[in-house]
């Protein structure tokens, strides 16, 4: 079992920045794969960001890419999601997402992928 815990979210204006946390605990896999996951109102969840534990490179929706920025720090089992350049279309629920096995690049942005989720941290952009 993995526990998350979701942070930094909040209202903010639009251009301004955000940093979200993802605090894990539990049983943790050196082969991890990490997410980060919206939900807006009325919509379904999409896919935000994912990152591998062990490494190998970043992955990022389209609509965020150039703007949100995915890390890890694996001494604190932390993901974080640093936000730049935030607009309207990036109001939405946050929740971080867990899968404590390496998740192949074609099903990273599937949701299904992954096991465990955060309680997710709104965040409100105010144009």
Request: with cysteine; charged share 20%; net charge positive.
């Given at each position: 079992q993995?526990?998350?815990?979701?942070?930094?979210?909040?209202?903010?204006q639009?251009?301004?920045s955000?940093k979200?946390?993802?605090?894990a605990?539990?049983?943790i896999?050196?082969?991890?794969t990490?997410?980060?996951?919206?939900?807006?109102?009325?919509?379904?969840?999409?896919?935000?960001?994912?990152i591998?534990?062990?490494?190998?490179g970043?992955?990022?929706?389209?609509?965020?890419?150039?703007?949100?920025?995915i890390s890890?720090?694996?001494?604190k089992?932390?993901v974080?999601?640093?936000?730049?350049?935030?607009?309207?279309?990036?109001?939405?629920?946050?929740?971080?997402a867990?899968?404590?096995?390496?998740?192949?690049?074609?099903q990273?942005?599937?949701?299904e992928a992954?096991?465990?989720?955060?309680?997710?941290?709104?965040?409100?952009?105010?144009?």
């Amino acid at each position: 079992q993995v526990l998350l815990v979701d942070s930094g979210g909040g209202l903010v204006q639009a251009g301004a920045s955000l940093k979200l946390s993802c605090a894990a605990s539990g049983s943790i896999s050196s082969s991890a794969t990490m997410g980060w996951f919206r939900q807006a109102p009325g919509k379904e969840r999409e896919f935000v960001a994912a990152i591998r534990r062990s490494g190998g490179g970043e992955y990022y929706a389209d609509s965020v890419k150039g703007r949100f920025f995915i890390s890890r720090d694996n001494a604190k089992n932390t993901v974080y999601l640093q936000m730049n350049s935030l607009n309207s279309e990036d109001t939405a629920v946050y929740y971080c997402a867990w899968h404590n096995r390496r998740v192949i690049q074609s099903q990273l942005r599937v949701a299904e992928a992954y096991d465990y989720w955060g309680q997710g941290t709104q965040v409100t952009v105010s144009s």
